[in-house]
C-alpha cells in the first residue's frame, strides 16, 4: 500500500478488495503496471482504449479515475463521450483509435469474432509488439472491471 500512498495519495478500494488475499493483490498490481507502464504503445492510447472497455462494460469505478486520466494524457472529451457513437463523428478520432476501438470492442463482446481483416487492419497501424499490449490493455480492463461489477466495489474517493 506504500506504493499507492506514495503515487496516488490514497490507496484504490479494488487493491484494497484485493489485499484480502496478498499473493492476488501484488500480482494483479503488478500485471497493472506492466501492461500500462511498458511497452512502445503510448499511454494516451492505452488509456483511450481502456475507457473504451470500461464504457462496454458500464463500470463507474474504473470510468470515474480512467476518464480523468485518459483526459490528462490528451484524449479529449468530445472523443471520450462519442466513442459509443464513433460513426457518427468520426472525425474526432484517428484511424488508429478507430482500429484499436473497434479491436477492444470485439474482444470485449466476443473474441471469437476477431476476424482476419480487422487482424490485418490492426497490422496497418501497429506492429505485433503494440498489438499484443492493446490486447493487454482489453483484457485487464475486462478483468478488473467485471471485478468491481461484480464485487460492487465502491469508487475511491
Known amino acids: 500500500f506504500d506504493d499507492f500512498l506514495r503515487e496516488r ?11 484480502y488475499t496478498p499473493e492476488i493483490l501484488n500480482t494483479a498490481f503488478a500485471h497493472f503496471r506492466s501492461v500500462l507502464n511498458t511497452g512502445t504503445l503510448e499511454l494516451r492510447l492505452k ?3 481502456a475507457v473504451r472497455v470500461s464504457q462496454i462494460n458500464e463500470c463507474a469505478y ?3 479515475s480512467h476518464t480523468a486520466i485518459a483526459k490528462g494524457a490528451g484524449v479529449s472529451e468530445d472523443a471520450i463521450e462519442d466513442m459509443n457513437n464513433k460513426l457518427k463523428n468520426p472525425e474526432l478520432f484517428t484511424e488508429r483509435e478507430l482500429v484499436a476501438m473497434e479491436f ?12 482476419d481483416d480487422l487482424y490485418n487492419e490492426l497490422h496497418e497501424h501497429f506492429d505485433d509488439g503494440q498489438i499484443v ?9 475486462n478483468y478488473f472491471n467485471k471485478f468491481n461489477n461484480a464485487l460492487k466495489t465502491d469508487i475511491t474517493k
Open 133 to 141: 499490449e492493446i490486447a493487454c490493455v482489453v483484457g485487464i480492463f
Open 47 to 49: 488509456e483511450f482504449v
Open 104 to 115: 477492444a470492442e470485439i474482444m470485449s463482446t466476443d473474441a471469437n469474432n476477431v476476424t
Open 62 to 64: 474504473w470510468l470515474s
Open 9 to 19: 495519495g490514497n490507496i484504490p478500494n479494488m487493491f484494497r478488495t484485493r489485499a
